[in-house]
């Protein structure tokens, strides 16, 4: 009963993680499709760069917002505390990858911050020192997000260890950050790309 659970937590954390909000927003607002315009992902920033500080604004949001609904809702249908993790890191998978747009999406990032603030709040404050700290050493933001997946999990680790992170917490942080780090190690060639045209 509980794998069948867990997997329903997956299935509904991906649909509800799929929306895809800029997407929806720029059309709504007949400016320019996201996914052909600026870095071509479906997020806020990009939404903002077509859409203007309120479709941004939107934007950013919503995607904040699914991944804690997607979570939230498996969780009290489920009845089961380990739906939030599996719920939660199928939503960040879901807006990364988006079924209903041909599994092209966002980078994740703004979902992933709202279950953080949920669940840990401190931990999205340690996420963007870290990246900070990598950016201060590479001069590039994908990469230094990179930096950040792969310095988060002892982060979380350490939270679980003295107490300030439940299993299921500890586990949606791993997950979600080994996601965003896989989202951003498909896409550096693309960024690459578009730091030689630049120069």
């Known amino acids: 009963m509980l794998i069948g659970h867990l997997f329903f937590a997956a299935v509904l954390g991906y649909a509800i993680g799929a929306f895809p909000t800029g997407v929806v927003v720029t059309r709504l607002l007949k400016k320019p499709d996201v996914r052909s315009s600026g870095s071509g992902h479906m997020g806020g920033l990009n939404t903002y760069r077509q859409a203007g500080v309120a479709g941004g604004l939107v934007t950013a949001l919503v995607d904040i917002g699914k991944g804690v609904l997607a979570a939230w809702l498996a969780q009290r249908l489920t009845g089961t505390s380990w739906a939030l993790p599996v719920a939660g890191v199928a939503a960040i998978a879901g807006h990364c990858?988006?079924?209903?747009?041909?599994?092209?999406?966002?980078?994740?990032?703004?979902?992933?911050?709202?279950?953080?603030?949920?669940?840990?709040?401190?931990?999205?404050?340690?996420?963007?020192?870290?990246?900070?700290?990598?950016?201060?050493?590479?001069?590039?933001?994908?990469?230094?997000?990179?930096?950040?997946?792969?310095?988060?999990?002892?982060?979380?680790?350490?939270?679980?260890?003295?107490?300030?992170?439940?299993?299921?917490?500890?586990?949606?942080?791993?997950?979600?950050?080994?996601?965003?780090?896989?989202?951003?190690?498909?896409?550096?060639?693309?960024?690459?790309?578009?730091?030689?045209?630049a120069e």
């Open 97 to 197: 990858w988006s079924a209903y747009i041909g599994f092209a999406g966002g980078m994740g990032l703004g979902t992933m911050a709202g279950l953080f603030f949920w669940q840990q709040p401190v931990a999205p404050f340690i996420g963007a020192a870290l990246w900070g700290l990598g950016y201060l050493l590479l001069r590039e933001s994908p990469r230094s997000v990179m930096v950040m997946t792969v310095l988060i999990v002892p982060v979380f680790w350490l939270l679980g260890h003295f107490g300030y992170a439940s299993p299921e917490v500890m586990a949606l942080g791993i997950g979600g950050a080994g996601v965003i780090f896989i989202r951003h190690l498909t896409q550096l060639r693309v960024y690459d790309r578009r730091a030689a045209a």
